[in-house]
């Protein structure tokens, strides 16, 4: 009927490619259903959210299309600002950024919230990859080796901080999804690695042998780098490893720091048959990739100049670089050059704590990587997330022909509460990575299928009409362990009457899911307590520009996720790329305290971690919202409750 149709002919701000699937096929436009018994619900709700806002409205209210009668409720506890946050100094003393949470000061807020055993154990994830406790921080060497997903990280074993010592946590799995844990890969037990057992990458050479590249941390805090070889190759758990005789390998060159000099990527083959890496640096404030060649992993030849360096842009953490295929969406191995055929670089910025890459050009020859396009170099353009993710890093899983992507999640709440609860730090559900051949510009990220053996009951939601200032409840059974996908429209009329703006929306400073435009936002409420004291939106804010283009931000708003005044509160988000007859549509992980969203089919991806006092266990809700003064909403919801996953250690006698 009408509205679905006049979607489709809005003026998007981005154009399918011609052959791009974007531009053939159109929606199947659904038919408006009558309002569904929740939103009458909703209606009832919002009629008293609207009551209780005359007193809690924002006045700092300075958008012309935002009246300050938001629908979404303000908690009681004013969030903490950023800038009451100090780091923690223990990384950047030991010659690497800041790796722990950033502590409260002022006197207001030295007071920390009450928190109790009940609320600190249920932050605890079932499906993400955790440790069973202590700190754990960067994925290292992820590979597929004999019939096993082989996972390393950065780990503390004596405590839920970074520091004391750092070494190689591991774990294996079938499925990317069941994890058993195994003893500790790799501690820190010579002069080259004493201060730490750092970051480092796997290369499986053609004959099946495994080289793990590592950087050390030695004794007098230099940067060299290391290797180590499975004591046992037959041996498909890879429970033993041995470092290498020679070991250090690689010292730092001259005119490089000897604490800016770390995590060696995985290697791969040059067409003279050499194997090739790169290490991360910086020289002053520019970002660089230095490149070492080897013919066999004993002697290595570092080479002239640099890869690739960003100025402004400051250390290179954790750098990955990896071809991908522009006609078909199977991954590649690292060595695979040629045509049809575009590489990243993606550097972990020691600066601000986020993930960037750029995709471009590769010329082996040269030894030179230039991003397709300048203003999106790395360092200064796309994020993989554009919530908490860090120090990723892909492989090839040879299995099933992809690449997989992982990545650190930090936690957002204070010291304190981690050492109380034990643990610290989640890995993000492992994501695949393909070139998006609809925009041509940037990737897809989408958690590896593997996710969906979790899913167990699903409700589906179909049609739901949200009106300008309404939250619709969705009633599913708990609201703690969820898949979401849902998909939005708007009306067309909301488009045509909107006013067209210069003012462009950015998710961190335009206000939130609070701040009412014509167009936005709308989406879903998770982590929510049936009185909206405690809520996390999950939405998009659509803007139209002074040439009539519309532009969609994807955000994820932490500001009111906890009545707790120690833990960080942001707006996280950015503009995510709409192509034409696209329906808005976003796909959530949620798993207790973190909460994991992809944005029209992994273009844009935000995570958060959330810590909620009163919307857990039980009492967690779901909704519908549509805070746009403008716009009605139609939206299809599915939620599948997720089972919990199996991560627990392995033990010697067990049949695998
Ligand atoms: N983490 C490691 C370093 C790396 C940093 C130390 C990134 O090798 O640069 O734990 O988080």
């Not at 018994?37 to 300075?62: K, P, R, T």
């Not at 000099?261 to 990739?289: C, H, M, Q, Y």
């Not at 979790?454 to 362990?481: H, N, W, Y």
């Amino acid at each position: 009927m009408g509205k679905s149709k006049d979607v489709q002919s809005l003026p998007y701000s981005y154009a399918a490619l011609p052959d791009g699937p974007g531009s053939v096929g159109t929606p199947s436009p659904r038919p408006w259903k009558k309002l569904v018994f929740g939103v009458f619900c909703g209606f009832l709700i919002v009629a008293s959210l609207v009551a209780f806002q005359c007193h809690e409205a924002s006045s700092s209210n300075d958008n012309p299309h935002s009246p300050d009668d938001s629908t979404l409720p303000e908690t009681s506890t004013k969030a903490v600002p950023s800038s009451k946050w100090r780091p923690v100094s223990r990384g950047v003393s030991a010659g690497v950024s800041e790796k722990s949470n950033k502590r409260l000061f002022g006197s207001s807020v030295r007071e920390s919230f009450p928190w109790n055993n009940s609320m600190l154990s249920w932050q605890r994830t079932a499906f993400h990859f955790q440790p069973e406790k202590n700190w754990m921080n960067d994925p290292n060497g992820p590979m597929y080796y004999k019939g096993w997903y082989h996972f390393f990280y950065q780990y503390n074993p004596y405590g839920a901080i970074w520091g004391n010592v750092i070494v190689w946590g591991h774990a294996v799995s079938k499925d990317l999804i069941h994890w058993l844990h195994l003893p500790l890969a790799m501690v820190n037990d010579q002069w080259y690695d004493s201060r730490g057992v750092w970051t480092g990458s796997a290369t499986i050479l053609p004959d099946g042998q495994v080289i793990m590249l590592y950087t050390g941390s030695t004794n007098q805090s230099v940067q060299v780098q290391n290797l180590a070889y499975p004591a046992d190759p037959s041996d498909p758990l890879l429970i033993e490893w041995v470092k290498h005789p020679g070991n250090p390998v690689i010292f730092p060159p001259p005119g490089i720091g000897v604490r800016d000099f770390r995590d060696p990527t995985t290697a791969w083959l040059t067409s003279e048959g050499k194997w090739r890496f790169s290490i991360g640096s910086k020289v002053n404030k520019t970002g660089i990739t230095l490149v070492y060649d080897t013919m066999d992993f004993k002697t290595f030849e570092r080479v002239e100049g640099v890869m690739n360096a960003v100025p402004g842009t400051g250390m290179w953490e954790c750098v990955d670089f990896y071809p991908v295929s522009t006609k078909s969406d199977n991954g590649l191995d690292t060595s695979e050059n040629g045509a049809d055929v575009r590489h990243v670089v993606k550097v972990s910025l020691d600066e601000d704590r986020h993930d960037y890459y750029a995709i471009g050009s590769y010329d082996e020859k040269k030894v030179k990587f230039v991003a397709d396009d300048s203003k999106n170099d790395v360092g200064i353009g796309l994020r993989y997330d554009y919530g908490i993710f860090y120090a990723s890093k892909t492989f090839y899983d040879q299995r099933t022909q992809r690449r997989v992507l992982w990545g650190w999640i930090f936690e957002s709440d204070s010291e304190v509460a981690d050492i109380a609860k034990g643990w610290a730090s989640v890995q993000s559900i492992p994501r695949t990575v393909v070139f998006d051949r609809k925009t041509g510009s940037n990737l897809l990220q989408w958690p590896v299928e593997e996710v969906d053996k979790l899913r167990l009951r699903s409700k589906e939601f179909k049609d739901m009409r949200a009106e300008p200032g309404s939250v619709v409840p969705l009633d599913i059974e708990a609201a703690t362990q969820l898949d979401i996908v849902a998909e939005f429209e708007i009306n067309k009329e909301a488009f045509e009457k909107a006013a067209p703006s210069n003012s462009s929306y950015v998710c961190s400073t335009s206000g939130g899911a609070r701040q009412r435009g014509a167009l936005g936002p709308f989406g879903l409420l998770v982590l929510a307590d049936a009185d909206l004291s405690e809520y996390t939106p999950v939405y998009f804010y659509v803007t139209k520009g002074r040439d009539g283009n519309l532009k969609t931000s994807f955000c994820s708003d932490q500001i009111q996720s906890s009545v707790a005044n120690d833990v960080h509160k942001h707006i996280y988000g950015s503009f995510v790329p709409v192509l034409k007859d696209e329906k808005l549509s976003v796909r959530i992980l949620l798993d207790h305290s973190i909460v994991e969203s992809f944005a029209q089919g992994g273009r844009t991806v935000v995570t958060s971690r959330v810590y909620p006092t009163r919307a857990i266990y039980g009492a967690a809700r779901l909704f519908l919202f549509n805070n746009a003064t403008d716009a009605t909403v139609t939206a299809s919801v599915n939620v599948w409750q997720m089972n919990s996953a199996f991560i627990r250690p392995y033990h010697p006698d067990q049949s695998i």
